[in-house]
């Protein structure tokens, strides 16, 4: 795809860029700050906007680096991730964080084989980090390998406590379309941060399809008590509560089969 869609959302919000109270932080690190919170909300889209501001304040900010190309991978845009890991490694040629981003997104393009090379890379470098357990365990999750699950362990290990990785473990089984792993770590992930609201609407979409209504209902419902008119919590609501008994029967058998 290159560089088009990400020049373009540069542009888009050079232009709607508001001039910011002088209250708010406006150094890199309260901007890399909100990009954090936009994260953790699940808005992606505004979350990469921000990191890639935090990028134009201070090019060195490694972790900014990452979580924009961890972005681009949330928002679908594979080739661009690896477009922008590439640059990023430019600046910082050894960051194995940086290798281990790339690889997530060379797995979500097709290139599983290209893909292990890079997780096997960082992970021979010193020190160690959830991400790049993470990235070795998507690729082998992608290629089939059963020892994805040692990977994830491996993973929560490196950060026990840390929400956000269990969320992402729960994130990379979904898309693979294996819900009922994926629902468990959504749950890990609200044992540790009940509040979190973009885990309580991905849980209720597992919940949902493995035939959970009344789970999924509850979920949805929490959302809207933390964040009342809350429109895609609404939507899935409306949703759920207009199906009937076949997506619960189809829902079962996803149970069976353990997916």
């Known amino acids: 795809m290159g ?10 919000e050079r232009k709607k860029r508001p001039t910011l109270p002088q209250t708010e ?22 979350a990469l906007r921000l990191y890639s501001r935090t990028l134009e304040m201070d090019r ?3 972790e900014a680096w990452r979580r924009q190309a961890l972005m681009l991978v949330e928002l679908g845009e ?20 940086l290798l281990a981003a790339k690889a997530v997104g060379q797995c979500r393009a097709g290139d599983t084989i290209g893909a ?12 160690t980090s959830p991400l790049r357990w993470l990235a070795r365990g998507e690729v082998f999750l992608a290629r089939g390998d059963g020892n994805h699950e040692y990977c994830f362990r491996m993973a929560a290990g ?21 819900l009922s792993p994926a629902l468990e770590y959504f749950r890990r ?21 493995l035939g959970l ?18 429109l895609e919590a609404h939507r899935q609501l409306t949703a759920l509560r207009a199906g009937g008994l076949g997506k619960q029967v189809k829902g079962f058998f996803r149970r069976l089969l353990g997916r």
């Open 189 to 209: 992930a609200l044992d540790l941060e009940p509040t979190a609201v973009y885990v309580l609407l991905e849980a209720a979409r597992c919940e949902e399809q």
């Open 60 to 62: 060195l900010m490694v």
């Open 25 to 46: 932080d406006v150094s890199p690190e309260g901007c890399f700050q909100r990009a954090e919170g936009e994260y953790r909300e699940g808005n992606f889209e505004n």
């Open 158 to 178: 490196e950060s026990p406590g840390d929400w956000l990785v269990e969320m992402q473990i729960g994130r990379a089984y979904s898309r693979h379309g294996l």
């Open 3 to 12: 560089e088009g869609r990400f020049r373009r959302l540069e542009l888009e």
């Open 213 to 230: 209504g009344w789970r999924a209902e509850r979920s949805l419902e929490e959302v809207l008590r933390l964040r009342p008119g809350h």
């Open 78 to 97: 594979y080739d661009e991730a690896v477009l922008w890991a590439d640059k990023a490694l430019e600046v910082f040629p050894d960051d194995p964080d």
């Open 116 to 127: 292990l090379l890079l997780a096997d890379r960082a992970l021979r470098m010193p020190g």
